[in-house]
């Protein structure tokens, strides 16, 4: 059996672009999806809307892209809106995260401060006066079980990092991406990266827990997890030998599947001309035997400062899809 795994950052699907927006958007994307050839999807950063005649938030942007795929016809997972119609089946309204997949979904889960809690932190720099703050995830992490075809499961996480920008700090932006202070950059820096890096040992975590119980679990840890190879994020995910000193948890460690590509091919965005490697696919060692090959489609990838530059109208995600192809007996 043959199976593709794909994760794709659509970006702000169903954001400001508005309906004549929305459509050039979806021409220039769903020949993207089509690639991809997928059998599982992942998506992150999917916009939520309630339709014009009212009634509970929905994924209108993303239906409308899929309309007339055969990912219309897939079996559909997302996060839920954290307010009080999330229990009702309501999405968040912005940067949703969604799985499409072929085959059965036997069940689905969020994971937001079930492990790790969040942070108490000091701003310091904040004027007019220091403040304290309670760091919170901006969004879960979804996990799934897929049976696949032989009643196979495979234990699926989407996962969206918090971007490497500086968090908020009270009175010291000037504009979106303008400080007043390097102090005050430089902690909102910090506070953003350890968010970043108490997600992904949340993640972590609870694999150590779902490894406890299954050891030889088939794993896939796909999304955009805005940090390359080797930094902190991948570090905690991953959980190497060289970096644990223990042979014996090997077993529980993931494998980032970028390193199955050459240098060149190895990138999911640029930013100021640097070609970083973001969206990943990560997995544990009884999948990893079942791993055929990686794919970037990142012929067409701008740099992701282009919008601001020069293009008056982006449509395309300035990510690159990475689809993952296996070969099941």
Request: aromatic share 6%; proline share 8%; charged share 25%.
């Amino acid at each position: 059996m043959r199976l593709r795994l794909a994760t794709f950052n659509l970006e702000n699907l169903g954001g400001r672009e508005g309906e004549a927006g929305l459509a050039e958007r979806i021409a220039v994307l769903r020949p993207q999806l089509l690639r991809l050839d997928a059998d599982i999807l992942c998506l992150q950063e999917i916009h939520g809307a309630r339709p014009a005649g009212g009634g509970p938030r929905r994924l209108l942007a993303l239906e409308a892209l899929l309309d007339g795929t055969p990912y219309a016809r897939f079996e559909r997972a997302s996060t839920r809106s954290p307010g009080e119609h999330g229990s009702e089946g309501w999405v968040a309204d912005i940067h949703n995260l969604v799985v499409l997949s072929r085959f059965p979904v036997r069940s689905v889960r969020e994971l937001r401060h079930e492990r790790v809690p969040p942070l108490p932190f000091r701003l310091s720099t904040a004027r007019p006066e220091p403040v304290e703050v309670l760091a919170r995830f901006e969004r879960p992490a979804l996990l799934l079980e897929v049976e696949l075809p032989g009643g196979r499961p495979l234990h699926l996480v989407n996962l969206h990092l918090k971007a490497p920008l500086a968090s908020f700090v009270p009175g010291q932006k000037l504009g979106p991406f303008a400080w007043a202070s390097v102090a005050g950059w430089a902690e909102g820096y910090f506070l953003a990266a350890t968010q970043r890096a108490a997600q992904a040992l949340e993640v972590r975590l609870a694999l150590d827990a779902l490894f406890d119980a299954e050891p030889e679990a088939h794993v896939a840890v796909a999304g955009d997890l805005n940090a390359e190879d080797r930094e902190t994020p991948l570090r905690l995910l991953c959980a190497e030998t060289a970096d644990t000193g223990n042979g014996e948890l090997a077993p529980r460690s993931l494998v980032p599947t970028c390193r199955s590509l050459p240098e060149e091919r190895r990138f999911t965005a640029i930013h100021h001309g640097r070609r970083l490697t973001l969206d990943h696919i990560l997995l544990s060692r009884p999948l990893l035997a079942f791993f055929r090959g990686l794919e970037v489609h990142n012929e067409t990838l701008d740099d992701e400062l282009a919008p601001s530059e020069r293009v008056e109208r982006a449509t395309e995600s300035y990510h690159a899809p990475v689809v993952a192809s296996f070969a099941f007996p």
